[in-house]
């Protein structure tokens, strides 16, 4: 299919219908569904989709994610060459909206139609000529689940919470998933370091902005790479894998709510002499094994930091912002 005809595909884009995908269930503390199958509905319609489109003997790699809105309301986020991270061209993205009607969804641009059901999107003519699928994914990070090397400092592993004092840890069901809820602040404090940390946003499909999976990872206490649910969003310095107030991520590689997602950090304090700094904090940020930060400079503490800057060492703090944000897997090293 030829770029531009793949580019006007995703232009003319409509959702007229929604259907229940496919894909694995989630832990219903989790969820905030409500319990009702709507909302169960909208849980497992949420996510990425991939493929190829044919048209004149030719194809082309697209990717769409598909983001629940609450109250059976839909966006969906269209990407020449394939998902965010995953071969999209960096062109401009292509968006619509639509509403939950029945058990199929259906997208309408001009002679071809998509319909999603069971996981995957099925694209026609106008002849009913199939011109390719796009498979619902589940995309994993290369680092979840990375274990710390020899000399890592382990802050969580779901044994306790002892290296946050008064933070809290949540287990699912079956017990055997323990979660650190935020607040929490460590009781060790570090100069530079390298920050490995896994977290997962909530499903709170009726929430907007700031107020949906809200929190953040404040290195030394200072500056904060920010967490949000902003799947499918422009990617903003105040959204998933920002530098709050800061820097805006290259590329915005937030997964869907619940799914688990992983930061690396590469952290490099501040530099002071006779107690003024003279050397701004720097600090590279892989989000989901992509590199969203490198080397950025941090001329401040960033919006909301509890502990102004300064040449002292400071401890990791998970920000609670209201959300029902969970961490788990949390290790450092050191820099000499």
Same mark, same amino acid.
């Given at each position: 299919?030829?770029?531009?005809?793949?580019?006007?595909?995703?232009?003319?884009?409509?959702?007229?219908?929604?259907?229940?995908?496919?894909?694995?269930?989630?832990?219903?503390?989790?969820?905030?569904?409500?319990?009702?199958?709507?909302?169960?509905?909208?849980?497992?319609?949420?996510?990425?989709?991939?493929?190829?489109?044919?048209?004149?003997?030719?194809?082309?790699?697209?990717?769409?994610?598909? &983001?629940?809105?609450?109250?059976?309301?839909?966006?969906?986020?269209?990407?020449?060459?394939?998902?965010?991270?995953?071969?999209?061209?960096?062109?401009?993205?292509?968006?619509?909206?639509?509403?939950?009607?029945?058990?199929?969804?259906?997208?309408?641009?001009?002679?071809?139609?998509?319909?999603?059901?069971?996981?995957? &999107?099925?694209?026609?003519?106008?002849?009913?000529?199939?011109?390719?699928?796009?498979?619902?994914?589940?995309?994993?990070?290369?680092?979840?689940?990375?274990?710390?090397?020899?000399?890592?400092?382990?802050?969580?592993?779901?044994?306790?919470?002892?290296?946050?004092?008064?933070?809290?840890?949540?287990?699912d069901k079956s017990g055997t998933d323990k979660l650190l809820i935020p607040a929490a602040t460590s009781k060790q404090k570090f100069q530079g370091c390298t920050l490995h940390v896994e977290f997962r946003t909530p499903f709170e499909p009726k929430a907007r902005g700031q107020g949906r999976g809200n929190s953040g990872v404040y290195l030394q206490g200072r500056y904060e790479v920010q967490v949000l649910d902003s799947f499918g969003l422009e990617g903003k310095d105040n959204e998933c894998g920002g530098i709050y107030s800061v820097s805006a991520p290259r590329v915005n590689m937030c997964y869907p709510p619940l799914a688990w997602q992983t930061y690396d950090i590469d952290y490099t304090p501040a530099e002071f002499a006779e107690g003024k700094k003279v050397k701004n904090a720097r600090m590279t940020v892989r989000h989901n094994g992509v590199v969203v930060q490198e080397n950025v400079e941090i001329p401040r503490a960033t919006t909301a930091a509890p502990v102004g800057e300064g040449e002292a060492p400071g401890p990791l703090y998970l920000q609670d912002h209201g959300n029902a944000v969970r961490y788990r897997n949390i290790w450092l090293v050191e820099k000499k």
């Open positions: 299919m030829r770029i531009g005809m793949l580019r006007a595909f995703l232009a003319g884009l409509m959702v007229v219908a929604v259907s229940a995908a496919g894909g694995e269930g989630a832990e219903p503390e989790a969820a905030k569904s409500g319990g009702d199958a709507k909302s169960d509905r909208e849980l497992a319609l949420q996510g990425e989709y991939s493929g190829e489109l044919k048209m004149d003997d030719r194809s082309g790699k697209v990717g769409v994610q598909v &983001i629940a809105l609450g109250e059976g309301k839909f966006h969906a986020v269209g990407t020449v060459g394939g998902l965010p991270g995953d071969g999209w061209d960096g062109g401009e993205k292509r968006e619509a909206d639509g509403d939950l009607q029945g058990d199929e969804v259906r997208f309408e641009a001009g002679d071809s139609t998509a319909i999603v059901k069971d996981g995957v &999107i099925t694209v026609t003519d106008a002849a009913g000529g199939k011109l390719g699928e796009l498979k619902k994914v589940e995309r994993k990070s290369e680092t979840l689940g990375a274990k710390p090397p020899a000399g890592g400092v382990v802050l969580f592993d779901g044994t306790n919470a002892d290296a946050f004092p008064g933070a809290k840890v949540s287990e």
